[in-house]
């Protein structure tokens, strides 16, 4: 039986601010890649990394940790990874930084939506409200006109939606496996994924564009660790604020590094999502009795 150990905020809280710079260097190096890479390849370099880096760890460490008898759990995590990777990479493509990060906080208003379907939890009307209203700021942020949407949007949203699912996957997987068993089979399989498109469209790389897709696929990997471990050290709901400081990372490069300056309705609209997305998981009916 393990011990408990005593929650540390002050350094889940630096690691979370250590993963949003990560994760926002990681969909900026790509930017610089060359406009002939195959997006398939881009996929298959961050799973191939994760895969190699995992692989590694586990190798040296505890080798057990390669294998599970719930593996067809991990399949299935895996390509629910391999789908939410694919939807967020492409997102960041083609919208500004900004906007592309503030999309992934809907996250969290799709899991307090999904909640009563999957695990038969009641919200209650204002969980349900600022649910709602977190979906508004959606509509504000990404400047929708009549019907329609830009595709990135679209990918950003898809994008949240299976990070949802991957939540609830989560919940049960961890109960049983460890952090690296999970990992390793998420790369094994988002790789297998990827290959058969990555090799038919395959493009040869120069060597500045293998070494970002190297660095890409490595901080990607890196800003998972630094959430995971985060949340195995601090309290979640003391947590809770600490992810949104991407929003800012992304403001700053966005603006000095490719001259994007978001609009007035984008930040009313991230100010909506992130505000309702707070108050959506701060509301807990309490256990009945």
Not at 182 to 193: D, N, P, S, Y
């Amino acid at each position: 039986m393990t011990t408990q150990a005593v929650p540390d905020n002050r350094y889940g809280a630096a690691l979370l601010v250590a993963a949003a710079a990560v994760f926002t260097a990681d969909v900026t190096v790509l930017r610089f890649l060359s406009p002939d890479v195959p997006f398939a390849q881009i996929i298959f370099f961050r799973s191939m990394c994760q895969l190699v880096i995992v692989a590694l760890w586990i190798g040296i460490r505890r080798p057990a940790l390669f294998g599970s008898p719930r593996w067809p759990r991990l399949v299935l995590r895996g390509l629910t990874s391999l789908v939410c990777w694919w939807l967020y990479y492409a997102s960041f493509q083609n919208l500004d930084l900004a906007l592309a990060s503030t999309l992934t906080f809907t996250t969290s208003l799709f899991v307090v939506a999904m909640a009563p379907l999957v695990l038969g939890e009641r919200i209650g009307a204002r969980r349900a409200l600022t649910t709602v209203l977190g979906f508004g700021g959606v509509i504000l942020a990404s400047e929708v006109n009549g019907l329609t949407v830009e595709p990135g949007v679209l990918f950003g949203l898809g994008s949240a939606l299976a990070a949802a699912v991957l939540i609830f996957q989560n919940r049960v997987l961890a109960r049983t496996e460890h952090t690296a068993t999970i990992m390793f089979w998420i790369g094994l399989v988002a790789c297998a994924g990827t290959l058969p498109g990555a090799v038919s469209g395959w493009s040869s790389l120069g060597l500045s564009d293998f070494m970002l897709l190297l660095a890409a696929g490595s901080l990607g990997t890196l800003g998972m660790l630094f959430t995971v471990e985060a949340y195995r050290y601090g309290e979640v709901s003391a947590l809770a604020t600490f992810p949104y400081v991407r929003i800012l990372f992304a403001l700053a490069i966005g603006y000095f590094l490719f001259a994007e300056t978001a609009s007035t309705r984008e930040l009313l609209g991230a100010a909506v999502i992130v505000t309702c997305s707070l108050m959506a998981n701060g509301y807990r009916r309490p256990p009945a009795p």
